[in-house]
């Protein structure tokens, strides 16, 4: 399905629950998976759904973008709560789960 709502046939549509962000040399990668949530939150990442790798600039854009709409939706609907992190250690060089 396209941003306008109209059905895209060669395009694959994903839902997820939870990512992964990690950054290597050249790229950015975006984990996306799929919990449970009758299996818990025990720090597993689920069932991988799909992976995005895009460059620095693009990540930035899209970090920016997503900011933009996410406070446009919290002015119309109210601020979104979000629960603390589950086993969320401090330092880690691993990638950022959400």
Do not use: W
């Amino acid at each position: 399905m396209t941003v306008d709502g109209t059905q895209e046939e060669t395009v694959p549509v994903f839902y997820a629950n939870v990512a992964q962000v990690a950054a290597s040399g050249h790229d950015f990668v975006i984990g996306f998976g799929l919990r449970n949530p009758l299996e818990g939150s025990s720090g597993r990442f689920g069932s991988p759904q799909c992976t995005l790798f895009i460059s620095p600039s693009h990540f930035k854009r899209l970090t920016e973008a997503m900011t933009s709409v996410l406070q446009e939706y919290e002015q119309h609907v109210g601020v979104i709560p979000v629960p603390p992190k589950a086993n969320e250690e401090e330092g880690s060089d691993g990638p950022a789960s959400l």
